[in-house]
């Protein structure tokens, strides 16, 4: 567009302009899925359309900045003037730059002669040398190596003054072998320590002996200070005196001004909208990019005090903006050049069904927004049915409503929040009915595991939450927005909440790995379903970003009908469930397969032991004060039985034989082979009291000619099994024996009095006297 033909709002019959409109909104309303209108601008009747101008108004100006700044340094026989001219009396620009006008950055600097003035240094007094700041004058600093000590620690010793040795020597202990008692046995003194009890051991020993390297004092005198703490100081060489920092010795310094020249580009811009323009909603709508064709351009060396186009229509209004842009600035202008963009937003007026319609085109970037035509109001009647359906607890359907707003234009954040709204709604009320199905069953049974002993504690119940848990999650929010309503919706909450109880309930009744397959298949489908449909729900989610991903509104439209439920999709959900509930039912159904055919078997190993008397015992096992078992078992041979049992559930399992210890077990009996495993059966036992006079005296227990028990004589109550024993008591060439009859809760007392033995002494004949 040319200078002469700016405009703010017009009616325009450029024909290019508005074919450009109409093939933009054909290829817009084409991929609008759902749309009313498949090509709105072939399809309409045209009636006019409007330009609206928008402008992009641009000033920039190159700005030169001066300053005075001041300097000092060592006076080194410089040129001064006769007379130096005071720094009040320099007026920078009075000082010759060539003007850069480049729009670009530049610094420069330039000194005045005439501000030149030479004055002796006050740091130093005019000597050119001043106190050296290491050692503060007195020419001497801390020895680095000693840190002013005069001395280190010496690394011998490690300033400690005495070095560790060690050395062997022998250390009387108590032996070992006969832990201090000198006898191997009663009759042989120990080998080791020929009767001594103590042995002699090498041990070593820490001593120490004074360092030679130190004296013993731990330090060592530093050889760079030869033990004085201080060396010459290395910055002034000892005379405690440097070359003053400020003149650099030459006792004078001269000073002056600089002119310091600064160029810069500063830039400004601002944006005119045709107040004829309606509120956009969209992000993407016409005004979201503006950029357009330079239609004025004016660079001056100079200020710009007048626009060049002053009679067109848009002249006062471009005008107010161009001194809106000018940036506020101190200094010289050196260069100003503005520039104008213009970006036409086209009105397009078209009549649809005998009512005009407008829609809005920003033909140079190709965005299309329409406020109230047919495919709006189709987009706005879309949300809000999907609010109504929200409100009304009808969340299947207001969800793929909302699917259907999101899709058919940019998403707006309120139906963003809708959308989540409704995903929230629709868990919450899954989970609720889920969870209320789940507690009404763990209710029930509760109670029968408390008046009925077949069943287990309820613990494992809570383990059909987990599947629960996950079943949440995939039905609400993925399979279950396939479903046509609320009361579809709820048989799959109850279905998978009664299969989530079972699982945990057989969990419960477990009594081998074969009961773990029903919460296992369930939970481990569950997961792996969930996994599967995780990307989609997550899509589902973010469904506006899916839908760019689409080549075409066809596409597109398919997919999100793919929402709608369908006969076929509400059977393969019902056939997934009752399957379920079929796997949650195999524990039960082998009950009762076990029972119709021959009950359950119950595998044990029978071991009774403590009798040699006898090739075999006879056994009984009851359960639940009912006999299931009752023959012999071979003495000291483990005896496998394996056998049905039609009492089931839990109770205890005991095994009994006469002059045998009962033994009693807790079992399980449920379906299938239970192993109780081994059952050792012990004889009876009683006690026997064994009294001796004489010290260290010894007992043997002898039972129908075999040595059962031994040992030393005490007054404690001896355990051995009942029946008929010959008791021997030793002590020394002495012996006593005696029978006794061990019964069980009946005590037996037995007295023993060996005769005293001789004293025999032999040796050569000596004086004494024997006492």
Not at 731 to 740: I, P, R
Request: with cysteine; aromatic share 8%; glycine share 8%.
């Amino acid at each position: 567009m040319k200078t002469d033909e700016l405009l703010i709002s017009a009616t325009t019959t450029d024909h290019a302009l508005i074919d450009k409109c109409r093939e933009l909104l054909d290829q817009w309303s084409s991929s609008v899925p759902f749309s009313p209108i498949h090509k709105l601008g072939s399809e309409t009747e045209f009636v006019e359309a409007k330009s609206h101008a928008v402008y992009h108004t641009k000033v920039t100006t190159q700005i030169q900045k001066r300053s005075l700044l001041d300097h000092e340094e060592p006076y080194r026989r410089q040129d001064v003037p006769e007379t130096p001219l005071n720094k009040a009396r320099i007026d920078p620009w009075q000082y010759d730059f060539p003007p850069n006008s480049d729009f670009a950055q530049h610094r420069r600097s330039k000194s005045v002669f005439e501000s030149r003035r030479v004055y002796e240094c006050s740091t130093c007094k005019a000597s050119g040398e001043v106190t050296c700041g290491t050692c503060s004058g007195s020419g001497l600093d801390d020895c680095s190596d000693c840190n002013g000590l005069g001395s280190n620690e010496c690394s011998t010793c490690d300033g400690g003054g005495q070095i560790a040795r060690t050395r062997t020597r022998k250390e009387q202990a108590e032996c070992s072998s006969c832990s201090g008692s000198g006898k191997f046995n009663e009759r042989l003194s120990c080998h080791r320590c020929h009767g001594r009890g103590t042995v002699f051991e090498e041990v070593e020993e820490e001593y120490y002996v004074p360092c030679t390297r130190c004296s013993s004092t731990g330090k060592i005198t530093c050889h760079t200070c030869r033990g004085r703490g201080q060396v010459t100081c290395s910055t002034c060489d000892g005379s405690g005196r440097v070359t003053c920092h400020r003149c650099a010795g030459e006792k004078r310094l001269i000073s002056f001004v600089s002119v310091e020249v600064e160029e810069d580009p500063v830039s400004g811009d601002r944006q005119f909208i045709a107040p004829s323009l309606p509120a956009f909603k969209k992000k993407d709508g016409p005004l979201a990019r503006l950029t357009g064709s330079s239609v004025f351009a004016q660079d001056e060396l100079q200020k710009i005090e007048r626009l060049k186009f002053a009679d067109q229509p848009a002249a006062v209004v471009l005008t107010n903006e161009v001194e809106s842009c000018r940036t506020s600035h101190s200094g010289k202008i050196l260069r100003q050049r503005i520039e104008i963009e213009q970006c036409l937003i086209v009105e397009y007026r078209y009549r649809y069904h005998d009512q005009v319609y407008a829609v809005f085109v920003n033909p140079a970037h190709g965005l299309v927004e329409d406020l109230g035509g047919p495919i709006q109001s189709l987009i706005s009647n879309t949300f809000s049915s999907a609010e109504e359906a929200y409100s009304a607890g009808r969340f299947e359907e207001a969800y793929r409503l909302i699917v259907r707003s999101l899709c058919m234009d940019e998403a707006m954040e309120s139906e963003k929040n809708l959308r989540d709204q409704i995903v929230t709604a629709l868990r919450a009320s899954y989970l609720k009915v889920a969870a209320a199905v789940w507690i009404g069953a763990a209710a029930v049974w509760l109670p029968l595991t408390a008046f009925i002993s077949n069943l287990q504690d309820p613990w494992p119940l809570a383990l059909g939450l987990l599947p629960l848990g996950i079943g949440h999650r995939l039905f609400s929010a993925d399979l279950g927005l396939t479903l046509a309503g609320q009361k579809q919706r709820n048989t799959v909450a109850v279905l998978f909440a009664l299969a989530a109880f079972l699982s945990g309930a057989g969990l419960g009744q477990a009594s081998s790995v074969l009961d773990f397959s029903g919460w296992l298949v369930f939970t481990g489908f569950s997961g792996i379903a969930l996994a599967l449909r995780e990307s989609a729900s997550a899509v589902r989610l973010k469904i506006e970003d899916h839908f760019k991903t689409f080549p075409d509104r066809v596409s597109l439209q398919e997919y999100v009908q793919g929402f709608d439920p369908t006969d076929s999709r509400w059977k393969r959900i019902k056939i997934i469930l009752v399957l379920l509930v079929v796997l949650m039912s195999i524990q039960p159904a082998l009950y009762l397969m076990s029972l119709l055919k021959d009950g359950i078997h119950l595998s044990a190993t029978l071991v009774v032991t403590g009798d040699h008397n006898v090739a075999s015992a006879p056994v009984t096992l009851r359960f639940k004060d009912h006999v299931i078992y009752e023959g012999p078992v071979i003495v000291d041979k483990p005896t496998p039985i394996d056998l049905p049992v039609r009492e089931i559930g839990f109770g205890e399992l005991i095994a009994s034989s006469p002059g045998f210890e009962e033994v009693r077990k807790n079992i399980r009996l449920l379906y299938g082979l239970i192993d109780a495993g081994e059952i050792r059966l012990a004889r009876t036992s009683g006690q026997v009291t064994i009294y001796c006079a004489l010290p260290d005296a010894e007992f043997s227990a002898v039972q129908y000619g075999r040595e059962v028990s031994q040992g030393k004589v005490s007054s404690d109550p001896l355990n051995l099994p009942v029946g008929d024993y010959v008791l021997t008591v030793t002590q020394g060439l002495a012996e006593e024996s005696h029978g006794v009859s061990i019964q069980k809760d009946v005590p037996a007392q037995i007295q023993f009095k060996l005769p005293r033995g001789s004293l025999a002494i032999t040796g050569y004949p000596r004086e004494g006297r024997l006492v």
